[in-house]
């Protein structure tokens, strides 16, 4: 095995150790070239990875071994790797954040898979720029996350506001609105759990806002839990520890309401030749951005 290599990111050269280690051994996929992809899709993913803290799901070992969820920078890391402090309950936490394309090729050499964004900004981490709903199925059937993303997605409409769309690279969706940084994660979580009551009333047999698995009876879980201080979601073209690395991807909503279409249908391999052929869908998603203060508002007013 070769003991290392240097990828070149960005206008940094990046040593990246034991390249050859199998990340994902069920599809030969290497820590080169984990590497490797984050150097060729990094000019897309940095403007929705700067400014924000990061926090990675690591398996140094592959993700056929145990991993671990880490928040606090260590030391050890390299000085050119942008460090941002924020409290937390009982003391603080050093986020790296992701300014450059050299840092994603460094994650991959620490077995970093999986990228996890703050939904806020550093300037103002206590006032969200992203409100996410993940939309959680309780079995395999996906034609029922399409159509709860489809009513989320129409619903946002009715309230003046464009949402995104993107596969979580596991079983569902995230349906991403982006907002004006108006209001704290406090108003915009009461409006998420408002929206999601509302579109659950609209078709109960099919969406829950149960939190409890047991109580969903094979229905969609509309999950607005994250949409607080501290909490993250998964990056845009972020890898997922899951036999044949599907990816996080942002998609056209034509896209993702396609029948046939699959929340696992777009890999670490695929990435590279889908961004060459397509543009970024959320390419320019904060022109869209709105406040939830009025969204809320405009919901209440639909009764």
């Known amino acids: 095995m070769t003991e290392a290599a240097e990828i070149e990111a960005g206008g940094r050269r990046v040593r990246v150790s034991r390249p050859d280690k199998a ?32 926090s990675v799901e690591r398996y140094p070992d592959g993700v056929g071994e145990g991993g671990f969820y880490q928040k606090h920078v260590p030391d050890h890391w390299p000085d050119w790797i942008r460090r941002a402090e924020l409290p937390k309950e009982g003391g603080t936490v050093v986020h790296a954040v992701v300014e450059e394309a050299a840092t994603l090729v460094y994650l991959a050499d620490q077995g970093a898979i999986t990228p996890h964004l703050a939904l806020a900004r550093l300037d103002a981490p206590d006032r969200p720029d992203r409100l996410v709903i993940d939309l959680d199925p309780s079995d395999d059937d996906f034609a029922k996350v399409q159509a709860a993303a489809r009513a989320a997605r129409d619903l946002l409409a009715a309230l003046e506001a464009r949402a995104f769309v993107q596969t979580t690279g596991s079983r569902g969706l995230h349906v991403v609105l982006p907002l004006d940084r108006s209001a704290g994660f406090d108003e915009a979580r009461e409006f998420a759990q408002a929206f999601a009551e509302r579109l659950a009333a609209g078709d109960p047999e099919r969406f829950t806002t149960e939190q409890r698995k047991a109580e969903r009876d094979g229905r969609v879980y509309l999950d607005v839990q994250r949409n607080a201080y501290g909490q993250t979601a998964v990056a845009p073209y972020a890898p997922r520890a899951r036999p044949g690395a599907p990816v996080a991807t942002p998609l056209d909503w034509d896209e993702a309401l396609a029948a046939g279409t699959g929340p696992r249908d777009w890999d670490l391999r695929a990435i590279p030749r889908r961004l060459g052929q397509k543009a970024d869908p959320w390419a320019g998603i904060d022109r869209h951005a709105v406040p939830a203060e009025a969204l809320a508002r405009r919901l209440a007013a639909l009764d």
């Not at 599809?27 to 924000?52: C, F, M, N, Q």
Request: charge should be positive.
């Open 23 to 54: 990340l994902f051994p069920e599809s030969g996929i290497t820590k080169r070239d984990l590497a490797g992809y984050w150097a060729k899709i990094a000019e897309v993913a940095l403007p929705h990875y700067r400014d924000r803290a990061l």
